[in-house]
């Protein structure tokens, strides 16, 4: 438990160096969104007032006049108090906006993780079990080629082959826009179809992770108490799976872990390519438009996922090890 503590303790103090940077980096792009805003609004013909401008740096939480310690100040307890801020791309809350994308940004990065590293683990334990022959040579520098390729790359190659030329898939949105979103076969299978082509340019482009598995799997085919399972008749099946794979998938809990962030990453391009409504699309157009609230709420969920699946790693390694918790005695 002083183990969980203490790591708790130090993602705690993470957290809020990561809100300080996620503070002060919009801040030091250049432009100004209220600005930005009322460039829009004159564009349309609208009055600008001394008034209005007021409203909206108090509306919106930023003033190009006050001092940035008060700004830093009020932005801090805002986050604590679960107030956000208000969108200027959008005129929502800033978790209205960042909800709606969030739950298709969790189905694609979450169906990743579930079908990648399944693929990636097993895949890994296999080569390494025929290790030398032909299937390692193959699968392993198959995997190195295709994971090396850029994820804008990947999925330009797969949106124009499947979708635009073939038009085998749909090239937009997160299901057919003619369904009401409800719990049947239908709408779950048109989700589904819709998801196939992101889902496949994340898994092609995590293929590397075989490559680290077999490593790990090589190493622990080389340990002692592998060589006594042999040695004691006990089959191959057995030494692979509950020996060696049981072992070797320690390290993975942890690079996952380290992994995540560039996960979410990897999708925010994978939506804009592929036109999905989760945060990758949501986070753009907010970029565009300088919208520092918007902004500055993507930056801090992502601090929290990553923060948090660190946490959960650590604590999934002091439970699966029981050499973390014999040092730790």
């Known amino acids: 438990m002083r183990y969980i503590v203490s790591r708790l303790g130090f993602y705690i103090l993470a957290f809020l160096g990561a809100v300080i940077i996620n503070f002060f980096l919009p801040r030091m792009m250049p432009g100004d969104p209220i600005q930005s805003f009322l460039g829009r609004l004159a564009?349309?013909?609208?009055?600008i007032t001394p008034e209005m401008i007021a409203s909206l740096e108090a509306l919106y939480g930023?003033?190009?006049n006050a001092p940035l310690f008060?700004?830093?100040t009020s932005y801090l307890f805002s986050i604590l108090a679960g107030d956000w801020g208000t969108s200027t791309r959008?005129?929502?809350p800033v978790m209205d906006v960042l909800s709606r994308g969030m739950l298709w940004t969790l189905l694609l990065v979450g169906s990743y993780i579930l079908v990648s590293y399944t693929i990636t683990t097993?895949?890994?334990?296999?080569?390494?079990?025929k290790r030398g022959t032909w299937v390692d040579s193959i699968i392993t520098v198959g995997s190195v080629i295709i994971s090396s390729i850029p994820a804008v790359v990947m999925a330009l190659l797969i949106y124009f082959l499947f979708a635009s030329d073939l038009g085998w898939f749909p090239t937009g949105y997160g299901y057919n826009p003619d369904l009401d979103p409800e719990a049947s076969f239908k709408f779950i299978g048109s989700v589904a179809y819709h998801l196939a082509l992101p889902l496949l340019s994340m898994v092609l482009l995590g293929m590397g992770g075989v490559m680290g598995m077999r490593s790990n799997m090589i190493n622990q085919l080389g340990e002692d108490f592998i060589v006594m399972g042999w040695a004691k008749g006990v089959k191959d099946k057995k030494v692979m799976l509950q020996y060696g794979a049981r072992n070797a998938i320690l390290p993975m809990i942890t690079t996952f872990a380290m992994s995540v962030g560039s996960i979410f990453a990897g999708s925010l391009i994978i939506e804009i390519i592929f036109n999905y409504p989760g945060l990758g699309q949501v986070m753009f157009q907010g970029m565009l438009a300088r919208d520092y609230p918007l902004i500055q709420g993507y930056l801090l969920i992502m601090t929290i996922m990553v923060l948090g699946c660190n946490f959960v790693a650590d604590c999934l390694l002091f439970i699966l090890d029981p050499r973390l918790r014999s040092q730790l005695d």
């Not at 564009?43 to 009055?47: E, F, K, M």
């Not at 097993?122 to 079990?129: C, F, K, P, Q, R």
Request: net charge negative; proline share 0%.
């Open 43 to 47: 564009q349309t013909g609208g009055q």
């Open 70 to 72: 008060e700004q830093f």
């Open 122 to 129: 097993l895949t890994g334990i296999y080569v390494a079990w």
């Open 90 to 92: 959008f005129f929502q």
């Open 62 to 64: 930023y003033s190009a």
